[in-house]
């Protein structure tokens, strides 16, 4: 799951930069985290931690301060991961 | 002592911001970078070929028409040019004979590196590209085209690679002028590949499509370097100066390659 992270973040700085729709590149480790962490069950931490490694790797090609998308992904897994624990409930989760 | 699962992930934060301080305090974030840089470069040159030939293969489908009459247009302007050609090349012998006989000597062309861009930054207005310290590139180096448009200049320098901050960044201003005419201004970066020519008193007749070049005052980069085209004026009662948009003139979709001025000091 690493390696699929640093593959779409090397993708998102070198492929993607020809399909920008008006200056803007879509950000494919985030909406991978946003997946993660949506489809994975909500007292998992898998989600999180993959979040923290993608957010590095953001990091790594970016020109901000090395923490700044780590700290980014890992609010956004933490806030998903609130809001599917305390106010969603899918039905799948009563025959687990 | 037995930790709750709440405690130990507070605990792992914690580690984690001292240890991202100590990095970006220590500069240790820059090995990491250059490390990462190294190992991702093969990879990322393939993405970007790869993304380049799928644009260039959409990009020629969808835009055919337009490019036939651009092609129509620009070989009426390459039999223009060639004519324009010949008469300067005819000015350039005798100007370089009236400079020898003056004894002024030609002045030294810049000293450039050839460079490859690797990827571009998220938010789009930085650069990596494959050459760096050990190439003798420095911070602070301008960046151009082969077309000697202006792409940005060297914004921090790894063992092999060096991050080159655009024009068009936010965090990128400098001086430059109205080629041909006595109007000055400052060129400041928007984000997002636009960019401005500031601080041109509104009485100033400044026209769409006048071209803007760079002045050496500011000692950022070298004079008469092509920065791009007036897109759209903006003028208002309210304010001292003029607000210019400019085209850039390079086009970091087309480009792959870029030149990195060595020798121009500041």
Do not use: H
Request: proline letters at 2%; aromatic letters at 12%; charged letters at 25%.
């Amino acid at each position: 799951m690493f390696l699929v992270l640093y593959i779409l973040c090397l993708l998102q700085t070198s492929f993607l930069v020809y399909f920008s729709i008006k200056g803007f590149i879509l950000n494919l480790v985030l909406v991978a985290v946003i997946l993660i962490n949506i489809f994975e069950s909500p007292r998992d931490m898998t989600g999180i931690f993959l979040a923290g490694f993608g957010g590095l790797f953001l990091d790594i090609f970016s020109e901000r301060f090395l923490g700044f998308w780590i700290a980014a992904l890992l609010l956004t897994a933490i806030l998903l991961k609130f809001v599917l624990r305390e106010y969603v409930r899918f039905p799948a989760a009563k025959r687990a | 002592m037995k930790l709750s699962s709440r405690s130990k992930f507070g605990i792992i934060i914690a580690v984690l911001i001292i240890l991202l301080v100590v990095f970006n305090l220590t500069g240790f974030s820059k090995s990491i970078r250059s490390l990462f840089f190294s190992i991702s470069w093969p990879i990322q040159k393939s993405f970007w070929g790869i993304g380049d030939s799928i644009s260039n293969f959409f990009g020629s489908i969808s835009e055919g028409e337009r490019v036939w009459l651009e092609n129509e247009e620009l070989k009426l302007k390459i039999q223009e040019l060639t004519a324009e050609n010949v008469a300067l090349s005819n000015l350039k012998e005798e100007n370089e004979s009236l400079r020898g006989a003056l004894d002024l000597g030609l002045k030294k062309e810049f000293e450039l590196s050839f460079a490859e861009i690797i990827s571009k930054d998220v938010s789009q207005d930085f650069i990596l590209i494959d050459k760096g310290s050990k190439d003798g590139i420095e911070k602070g180096m301008p960046v151009i085209t082969w077309q000697k448009a202006l792409v940005g200049r060297v914004y921090e320098v790894y063992n092999g690679f060096s991050k080159v901050i655009l024009i068009s960044s936010k965090e990128s201003s400098f001086d430059a002028q109205i080629s041909g005419q006595d109007i000055s201004g400052v060129v400041k970066g928007k984000g997002n590949l636009s960019l401005y020519l500031d601080f041109v008193p509104k009485e100033e007749e400044v026209k769409k499509d006048d071209i803007v070049v760079t002045t050496s005052l500011g000692e950022l980069f070298p004079s008469g370097i092509l920065v791009g085209k007036i897109s759209d004026i903006k003028k208002s009662d309210l304010e001292p100066f003029q607000e210019d948009n400019i085209s850039p003139a390079f086009d970091l979709k087309e480009t792959r390659d870029v030149f990195v001025i060595t020798n121009y000091l500041k």
